[in-house]
């Protein structure tokens, strides 16, 4: 048995209660002195009452928050230095667990589980997640493997300095994974199979995937702003400078679009600098 009597381990869960009764013994054989928060999001049904059977500390949302909501509130109450956050639909094994932990104790600050490909369970989420996880690579300038996955582990000191950052959606992974590559903190993956969940996933396909490529350009901004403002400027720059090559050789004059497009290059520019000073002060204060 794989004893981690210094984690607590943090499951968000809504309405799951098909999938607790065979998950929660699991998790107390494996870890009996872990310490085991199940914050319940809202549930219609009797996850609480499922939980507390179980033998573990539920702490209840009045209503439904939201999945980073629940992690907030699970970080906040934790009593140990390693929180380890993981589903409660049963998709993650428990037995990954120790992976996760020997990472972090080679120097990391923060261990992610990746998913291999055969853990998505469509083609369409397989194409998205390698997509977000390229475009997030670019923001960062560090390769990240799996952006979106929830089964992690992380020193409570350094997770909880960004809570302020978190948003309450889908998307905590996606800000935490950013704002410790961001704050210099080494951030490592270890390769894992997720399984698939039963009952009904509380991610709506297209409209979360649409919220995942806007969080990850609004946390680019956050983690690096001229990565994004100086290729968008540049791009604008070109424009302007192509239509006025265009203009010039066929009606010998410079056009006021082009005028335009050179002045929104430079308001591009310059919000980037901005931006990036703005940005710098979300850390000043980490060590």
Same mark, same amino acid.
């Given at each position: 048995?794989?004893?981690?009597?210094?984690?607590?381990?943090?499951?968000?869960?809504?309405?799951?209660?098909?999938?607790?009764?065979?998950?929660?013994?699991?998790?107390?054989?494996?870890?009996?002195?872990?310490?085991?928060?199940?914050?319940?999001?809202?549930?219609?049904?009797?996850?609480?009452?499922?939980?507390?059977?179980?033998?573990?500390?539920?702490?209840?949302?009045?209503?439904?928050?939201?999945?980073?909501?629940?992690?907030?509130?699970?970080?906040?109450?934790?009593?140990?230095?390693?929180?380890?956050?993981?589903?409660?639909?049963?998709?993650?094994?428990?037995?990954?667990?120790?992976?996760?932990?020997?990472?972090?104790?080679?120097?990391?600050?923060?261990?992610?589980?990746?998913? &291999?490909?055969?853990?998505?369970?469509?083609?369409?989420?397989?194409?998205? &997640?390698?997509?977000?996880?390229?475009?997030?690579?670019?923001?960062?300038?560090?390769?990240?493997?799996?952006?979106?996955?929830?089964?992690?582990?992380?020193?409570?000191?350094?997770?909880?300095?960004?809570?302020?950052?978190?948003?309450?959606?889908?998307?905590?992974?996606?800000?935490?994974?950013?704002?410790?590559?961001?704050?210099?903190?080494?951030?490592?993956?270890?390769?894992?199979?997720?399984?698939?969940?039963?009952?009904?996933?509380?991610?709506?396909?297209?409209?979360?995937?649409?919220?995942?490529?806007?969080?990850?350009?609004?946390?680019?901004?956050?983690?690096?702003?001229?990565?994004?403002?100086?290729?968008?400027?540049?791009?604008?720059?070109?424009?302007?400078?192509?239509?006025?090559?265009?203009?010039?050789?066929?009606?010998?004059?410079?056009?006021?679009?082009?005028?335009?497009?050179?002045?929104?290059?430079?308001?591009?520019?310059?919000?980037?600098?901005?931006?990036?000073?703005?940005?710098?002060?979300?850390?000043?204060?980490?060590?």
């Amino acid at each position: 048995m794989n004893h981690a009597p210094s984690i607590s381990i943090v499951l968000p869960a809504k309405n799951e209660s098909k999938n607790l009764p065979s998950f929660l013994p699991m998790l107390h054989l494996l870890y009996p002195d872990a310490e085991i928060l199940l914050i319940n999001d809202g549930s219609t049904d009797n996850t609480a009452a499922i939980a507390r059977a179980a033998g573990v500390t539920v702490i209840d949302h009045p209503y439904s928050m939201g999945n980073g909501a629940a992690i907030k509130t699970g970080a906040r109450h934790a009593k140990n230095d390693i929180l380890v956050f993981m589903d409660a639909d049963g998709q993650h094994d428990p037995g990954d667990i120790p992976a996760l932990l020997s990472k972090l104790n080679d120097g990391y600050d923060m261990v992610v589980g990746a998913r &291999n490909s055969g853990s998505h369970a469509s083609l369409f989420r397989r194409v998205a &997640n390698k997509f977000y996880n390229k475009l997030a690579s670019l923001m960062t300038g560090h390769k990240i493997e799996d952006l979106t996955s929830g089964f992690r582990a992380a020193k409570a000191s350094k997770f909880r300095k960004f809570l302020y950052l978190l948003p309450n959606g889908f998307s905590y992974p996606t800000t935490s994974t950013m704002a410790f590559f961001r704050s210099g903190f080494p951030v490592a993956y270890v390769p894992i199979h997720a399984g698939k969940r039963r009952g009904k996933s509380h991610i709506r396909l297209m409209h979360d995937g649409f919220r995942f490529f806007i969080i990850i350009l609004r946390i680019g901004v956050l983690f690096s702003p001229m990565r994004l403002f100086l290729p968008i400027s540049s791009i604008v720059f070109s424009l302007g400078a192509g239509y006025y090559g265009y203009t010039y050789f066929t009606e010998n004059r410079f056009t006021n679009m082009s005028a335009v497009l050179f002045l929104s290059s430079l308001f591009i520019f310059l919000i980037g600098i901005v931006s990036e000073q703005i940005s710098s002060l979300h850390y000043k204060n980490i060590e």
